[in-house]
């Protein structure tokens, strides 16, 4: 069997438009290197190696100084990969855990101190069966002592039945790649308008990524811009925005050049950029953040 081919570009190209000092990914994985950080048995995916050193070289290019890394399902719940990215950047990068619902209070402590500040659960057919969402809102009651906060991904079909329940977290909500909604069905489809009347709710945080993963086009992806712009424009001060590097799971690679670009049309003003890349991530993340011992 060949190795799988990595699903990141060779060779971005470098924006037109100039970050923020102090610009943040809110959104990104990293995969091994497989030696070091063995992909999980039961892992629904297997990447090629997509390894720290080569997301920080991406930064340093997009001119990026802060950043989330999310723990990926390949992975499972062994963290260490996500751990040993944030520990090289020295409370510049945080990290977000995936974790079983029923995992111990000491096992969440020793995360904390390592610079995790959240959990993800995923409600994405293609990401395998875990943990429902009953069990994510419980556990949330005990995320609120670490002062941590929620980050789900889920089919826009869910956003239904998920809403109610997401009501009920005891901690902040982060909803990743615009709820997935279908761009090729406008911006009056029901699925987005719940997301909207979500979003009313000042407990909840939405990532105004992946406009490649919801796009019915190709690149630049046009017709996903009015999503992340209208989310910008109502919930300014709760988006965040994120690379999704390395783009799993796409049939097409995209240029994290390009992704940068599409910034000056999904905010376009500085204000609404510096709120989105640099102020709301501060706040939310509490960058820089003090590594414990």
Same mark, same amino acid.
């Given at each position: 069997m060949t190795d799988p081919q990595p699903s990141f570009h060779p060779s971005p190209s470098r924006p037109r438009l100039r970050l923020p000092s102090g610009a943040c990914d809110a959104h990104v994985h990293v995969f091994g290197p497989k030696v070091i950080f063995p992909f999980a048995e039961n892992r629904p995916f297997t990447p090629a190696d997509a390894p720290k050193e080569k997301l920080f070289a991406l930064h340093a290019m997009l001119g990026i100084g802060h950043c989330v890394i999310v723990q990926s399902t390949c992975h499972g719940f062994d963290n260490r990969v996500v751990a040993d990215a944030i520990a090289a950047k020295k409370g510049d990068y945080c990290g977000v855990a995936l974790v079983p619902a029923t995992v111990g209070d000491a096992e969440l402590r020793r %995360? #904390?101190?390592l610079g995790f500040c959240g959990v993800r659960f995923n409600f994405m057919k293609h990401l395998g069966k875990g943990a429902g969402i009953e069990a994510a809102i419980d556990l949330s009651a005990r995320l609120a002592k670490l002062g941590w906060h929620l980050q789900v991904h889920f089919? /826009?079909?869910l956003i239904e039945e998920l809403t109610p329940w997401l009501k009920r977290s005891a901690v902040p909500v982060v909803i990743d790649h615009m709820g997935r909604v279908d761009a090729s069905l406008g911006l009056e489809q029901p699925a987005f308008r719940r997301l909207l009347d979500l979003m009313c709710d000042p407990r909840f945080w939405v990532k105004v990524s992946g406009? @490649?993963?919801?796009?019915r086009e190709a690149a630049p992806? @046009? #017709? /996903?811009i009015p999503f992340a712009r209208t989310l910008v424009s109502e919930f300014g001060e709760r988006t965040l925005w994120g690379? #999704?590097?390395p783009h799993p799971n796409l049939a097409a690679v995209p240029d994290d050049g390009v992704l940068v670009d599409l910034l000056s049309e999904i905010a376009p003003s500085e204000t609404q950029r510096r709120a989105l %890349?640099?102020?709301?991530?501060k706040r939310f993340y509490r960058f820089p953040r003090k590594l414990k011992p």
């Open positions: %995360l #904390d101190a089919e /826009a079909s406009s @490649e993963r919801i796009s992806w @046009e #017709d /996903a690379s #999704d590097w %890349l640099v102020e709301n991530p």
